[in-house]
Nanobody, 114 residues
Framework: QVQLVESGGGLVERGGSLRLSCAVS????????MGWYRQAPGNQREWVAR???????RYADSVKGRFTISRDNAKNTVYLQMNSLKVEDTAAYYC????????WGQGAQVTVSS
């Protein structure tokens, strides 16, 4: 059973930065597209960014220009660099395949204060 472990969340002021990591217990090299998702209280989980093995990257409009997704297949890890954070970025962040195909991890809580 593949496990996803997100880390790197925390409390940051508006305009600050955080880098999230997602460690996958199995190999991600066979998973073409990996993605980051987030869920704010009372909201549905939404897609944030995705990256393929070939390097194709897409972002949700709400984070474009501020977030950067990357992957290291040798380390079975996916990253999300988040800059210029806004209060509305506050959410629990999760990684998974795109579309999601694995059991969700516990997520990384990101809280942006004003």
């Amino acid at each position: 059973q593949v496990q996803l472990v997100e880390s790197g969340g925390g409390l940051v002021e508006r305009g600050g930065s955080l880098r999230l990591s997602c460690a996958v217990s199995g190999s991600i090299s066979s998973i073409d597209a990996m993605g980051w998702y987030r869920q704010a209280p009372g909201n549905q989980r939404e897609w944030v960014a995705r990256i393929t093995n070939g390097g194709m990257i897409r972002y949700a409009d709400s984070v474009k220009g501020r977030f950067t997704i990357s992957r290291d297949n040798a380390k079975n890890t996916v990253y999300l660099q988040m800059n210029s954070l806004k209060v509305e970025d506050t959410a629990a962040y999760y990684c998974n395949g795109f579309p999601p195909r694995m059991n969700w991890g516990q997520g990384a809580q990101v809280t942006v204060s004003s």
